[in-house]
């Protein structure tokens, strides 16, 4: 049985099979199976703290630093930067639709960034959470946004450029959020 995880640390970015952790800052250790993931390579210019991904369609969301860097991945071994949306806050999570990209940012809330050009993607506004946003997920026009110890807050985003508060749902520690069938 395999165990499927994503790495992302030093600016590798990995999918592997059989994880070995000797996961010191700017280091990873990775045994694999190549034959079924593929090798392990540096994507050039993604920071060391690059942690925050979402892959729509052909474009790669990477949040890392206080940006959200925006790739083609049409050749996936030759990722190519198109643009990068400064000023993000510290990106813990991301999600994406439409070229709208949704960025969780702890103590800065959700950042909306435009990305339907990806050559030129900008943070357009920024939404003011509850409490600290972690996680996120999207439905419709619905953003998931978990907050911590306060649960998970629902906002409409119906307009991007101008996401409203819809209501919330007391949960226990909510550090990241998925939407699947009405849940």
């Not at 206080?66 to 999570?93: F, M, T, W």
């Not at 920024?126 to 997920?137: N, P, S, V, Y």
């Not at 998931?144 to 209501?167: C, K, L, S």
């Amino acid at each position: 049985m395999f165990r499927r995880m994503f790495l992302v640390s030093a600016g590798i970015l990995a999918a592997t099979a059989g994880l070995a952790a000797d996961l010191r800052p700017g280091t990873a250790v990775v045994e694999s199976d190549a034959g079924v993931f593929g090798a392990v390579f540096r994507v050039d210019g993604v920071p060391p703290d690059g942690s925050a991904l979402f892959l729509d369609g052909k474009t790669l969301y990477c949040g890392a630093g206080c940006e959200l860097r925006v790739y083609d991945v049409s050749d996936p071994l030759k990722p190519r930067l198109r643009s990068v949306a400064d000023g993000i806050g510290h990106p813990r999570q991301v999600v994406a639709r439409d070229g709208w990209a949704y960025v969780t940012a702890r103590e800065t809330g959700v950042w909306v960034v435009d990305a339907r050009n990806p050559d030129r993607a900008k943070a357009v506004t920024r939404f003011d959470t509850i409490e600290l946003a972690t996680g996120i997920d999207l439905a419709g026009d619905v953003l998931f946004v978990g907050q911590r110890v306060n649960g998970v807050e629902y906002v409409d985003v119906t307009d991007p450029a101008h996401p409203a508060h819809i209501g919330v749902t007391k949960t226990a520690e909510s550090q990241s959020v998925v939407y699947r069938d009405g849940y």
